[in-house]
């Protein structure tokens, strides 16, 4: 075995801005053949046995399998999937007899695979593709190629095993959940009138509590588990939600997903209800105070942080419904919503991730070339959708972008998504024209491509004066109407109705015909908001004014 490169020296941008430990002397050795972009064919590891003294810590060994067909090895292969970590922090594995610089945690996910397949399958070949080591990392070009296969690779396996834990994290999670999952699934059945099923769980953690093992145990599921980076990685959605069957690995012991979901279903009800607290924090001498089943004990406000489950509740409850609908992912933008709770080295993988568990991707495909940025990416996404869909509704998901934000502000920001996560959702306008709909794309005073949107219009009026109110924001017009507005308007911005649109926009001028998107009129309410009924009737006449060319169209520009 070589001599790993010095840790210091680990780090490296591979291609734009991908980090992943430093290989040179490995590639001085080994040299990957090209794959063909125009097939789908991959490479896979060939996974040695341990050394029966030490299965779980042995070094991985393993042969790269080249340019081999996903057809041809359909169900013939298992895919690892982690949360990557830093590229300083790196694990030695062979390949090809050769020592590779592999990130920590894929060492140690290989290995834990590696143990579970000694366990299940240990009569048969374990052949595993890992992306660090199945792509050639030194190539942008393969990158790109490999990553528009990537859903495909996941689907064509016989299952992912997924690593949640790193080396140093706290061992008995998985224990804990299997021996707990039937004694909850049963006091959650014996429900009544007045229990529901979150109460009832919340009954059966402060009954258990004062067991140490339970205690312990619970500890180790908040921190190993539902804390675990992996739930928050852009890639692992498609990665988990197209495999054809999942097993959730912590610490060398796992657990089929299913049974995981389930557990996190009754889980996740307990932040419905208020927590009746049983006992004293700390009960237990020489507990450290990071203790998580600790924090929360004589403290009923501290129970629902400690409880976060929505990373691994959102991602569960979408496997189980791409399970009860095969083939059908939905829509890139039905994906978008759930950005602001993933994290990716690459930003732009908050995209490309998304794009394999996309049933519509709008003419996106990924490319990792140094030049293209998230904000190129998400320009492109808001022109293909407005030019596929024939319509301006994609605009709905903007207007809550920073004023700082270093995207158009027609263009939504993935960033800003948990500003408007319960917004209102897209409507498709189908009361105008689509044969007159005429938006055009420009380039901004910069040169970049596509940063400006022009449009038909008509102006209607000006916000003249904020009205105090504890729960909404309201603004009086210049008609002397009260008006609920969303975003981010301000007295002095103008409301207009743009063709091609079901919502009511705020504009502000920065110059002559230059507008930003600042906020929308809500769709209101006919009891409650019977003023503003006036202003969506625009929706009606903006067509048949832009038909007939009326004066009171105007052209502008977005930005």
């Not at 992996?230 to 912590?250: H, K, V």
């Not at 927590?275 to 004293?280: L, S």
Request: proline share 5%; glycine share 6%; aromatic share 12%.
């Amino acid at each position: 075995m070589g001599e790993p490169i010095n840790q210091a020296q680990s780090a490296k941008i591979t291609s734009g801005n991908f980090y992943t430990p430093e290989n040179s002397a490995f590639y001085s050795k080994f040299h990957y053949s090209d794959l063909d972009p125009k097939t789908d064919n991959i490479r896979l590891l060939r996974i040695k046995r341990p050394d029966p003294a030490n299965p779980q810590q042995a070094t991985i060994d393993c042969d790269l399998i080249d340019s081999v067909s996903l057809a041809s090895y359909k169900d013939k292969y298992t895919t690892i999937s982690y949360c990557a970590g830093s590229p300083k922090n790196i694990e030695p594995i062979i390949v090809n007899g050769c020592s590779f610089n592999a990130f920590a945690n894929l060492g140690h996910a290989l290995r834990q695979a590696r143990y579970f397949w000694r366990d299940k399958f240990d009569e048969q070949e374990l052949l595993l593709w890992a992306d660090q080591v199945c792509i050639n990392q030194s190539s942008h070009l393969e990158r790109s190629h490999q990553v528009r296969l990537m859903g495909e690779i996941y689907a064509a396996s016989a299952r992912v095993l997924v690593s949640l834990s790193t080396e140093n994290d706290i061992g008995g999670s998985i224990e804990w959940l299997e021996t707990v999952l039937p004694d909850l699934r049963k006091a959650v059945q014996h429900q009544d009138y007045f229990s529901d099923p979150g109460r009832l769980a919340v009954e059966f953690f402060s009954n258990n509590l004062a067991d140490e093992y339970f205690h312990l145990g619970w500890n180790a599921f908040i921190c190993t588990f539902l804390k675990s980076s992996w739930w928050s990685r852009a890639w692992i959605r498609q990665e988990f939600i197209r495999s054809p069957d999942a097993y959730l690995m912590a610490k060398f012991h796992w657990i089929n997903w299913k049974g995981a979901a389930e557990f996190i279903g009754i889980y996740d009800s307990i932040e419905l209800e208020k927590p009746i607290v049983i006992y004293e924090p700390n009960q237990w001498a020489g507990h450290p105070p990071s203790c998580q089943a600790c924090s929360f004990c004589g403290d009923s406000y501290l129970f629902m942080p400690v409880l976060d489950a929505q990373p691994a509740s959102t991602l569960l409850t979408a496997k189980t419904r791409a399970e009860s609908q095969p083939g059908r992912f939905g829509d890139l933008l039905d994906h978008i919503s759930d950005v602001d709770i993933c994290v990716s080295s690459d930003s732009r993988d908050l995209v490309y991730a998304l794009l394999g568990i996309s049933n519509h991707d709008y003419g996106l495909y990924p490319d990792y070339s140094p030049g293209v940025t998230l904000e190129d990416i998400v320009c492109q996404l808001a022109r293909n959708v407005i030019s596929h869909n024939k319509s301006l509704d994609v605009l709905t998901m903007a207007y809550w972008n920073s004023s700082t934000a270093s995207v158009p502000s027609w263009v939504p920001d993935l960033r800003s998504y948990s500003l408007f996560r319960s917004g209102r959702p897209i409507e498709q306008n189908t009361q105008f024209n689509a044969a007159v709909f005429s938006p055009s794309f420009h380039s901004d005073g910069k040169g970049r491509k596509d940063r400006v949107l022009r449009v038909q219009g008509v102006r209607h009026e000006v916000l003249r004066r904020k009205i105090k109110s504890k729960w909404t924001r309201k603004f009086l017009s210049t008609t002397g109407e009260g008006l609920r507005i969303m975003g981010l308007a301000q007295e002095g911005d103008e409301i207009w109705m743009l063709h091609g649109s079901s919502t009511v926009f705020i504009l502000r001028e920065k110059d002559k015909q230059h507008y930003e998107i600042v906020g929308a009129v809500p769709y209101p309410d006919e009891i409650l908001d019977a003023a503003p009924l006036r202003l969506h009737r625009l929706r009606q006449d903006i067509n048949r004014l832009v038909e007939s060319n009326d004066p009171k169209v105007e052209f502008i520009n977005l930005c």
